[in-house]
């Protein structure tokens, strides 16, 4: 079965500062990944995918994601932080062949102080 | 665009009471539908999803039920709640794209 992990609960950054939020993932065949993001009592919002060719993917609000085969990974990463960044952050896998079932890690809060 | 309606946005209900959660979507037909269920503020859970009327696929075994009795209308049901049923409910629609998900705001269940 299709599996991602999330190791982090939260993680802390100051503003400004680069960030990671990490995910690693578990799949038979090609892997489907994605980045949703969790503004509190409200909906996920996509930011971003990875389905194939270059494995750095661009998304929404800055966000770029590192799809690394060897080390079945997709880190979210950000070249400078933002307070309004401030979020749950979800990883996710799809989870058959067709459609858009997805399989969503634990998620990772990020806090981003000023 | 899409747009997705999910009523009602809050709700409390005691235990052993009936419930039933509607999200309604727009903008789209035919759509493939989803209930999930985020518990504690934090993982979600693939409760429900839905291909086309009356096609309704189960995912874990639990006190809820959907049904999809018009394209573009999914809803949740249970006919007595527990305690473990509180939680936030999120409808989500499938798009054009591969795995690209567009959730509604939510309903937040709290269950005394």
């Known amino acids: 079965a299709q599996s991602v992990a999330q190791p982090e609960d939260q993680v802390n950054v100051a503003e400004g500062n680069p960030l990671t939020v990490k995910c690693t993932y578990s799949v038979s065949g090609n892997p489907y990944l994605f980045w949703y993001v969790q503004y509190p009592n409200r909906g996920l919002q996509f930011l971003l995918k990875?389905?194939?060719?270059?494995?750095l993917v661009k998304g929404s609000y800055g966000f770029e994601a590192e799809f690394n085969k060897s080390q079945t990974s997709f880190h979210l990463k950000k070249p400078s932080a933002l307070v309004s960044d401030s979020a749950l952050y979800f990883c996710?896998?799809?989870?058959?062949?067709?459609?858009?079932?997805?399989?969503f890690g634990a998620g990772t809060i990020l806090r981003v102080k000023s | 665009s899409q747009t997705i309606h999910q009523w009602p946005a809050t709700l409390v209900q005691p235990v052993g009471s009936p419930l039933s959660l509607e999200c309604t979507v727009e903008?789209?037909?035919?759509?493939?539908l989803y209930w999930y269920r985020q518990a504690a503020g934090r993982g979600l859970q693939l409760l429900f999803y839905s291909v086309g009327i009356g096609q309704i696929s189960s995912e874990v075994p639990q006190n809820l039920s959907a049904s999809r009795p018009q394209d573009r209308q999914f809803i949740l049901s249970s006919k007595k709640l527990l305690l473990s049923d509180s939680g936030f409910y999120l409808c989500?629609?499938?798009?054009?794209?591969?795995?690209?998900?567009?959730f509604g705001e939510g309903s937040r269940l709290t269950v005394l």
């Open positions: 996710a896998v799809r989870d058959d062949n067709s459609g858009n079932k997805l399989v």
């Open positions: 990875y389905i194939t060719g270059d494995n």
């Open positions: 903008g789209t037909s035919n759509p493939n």
């Open positions: 989500a629609v499938g798009t054009s794209q591969p795995g690209e998900l567009f």
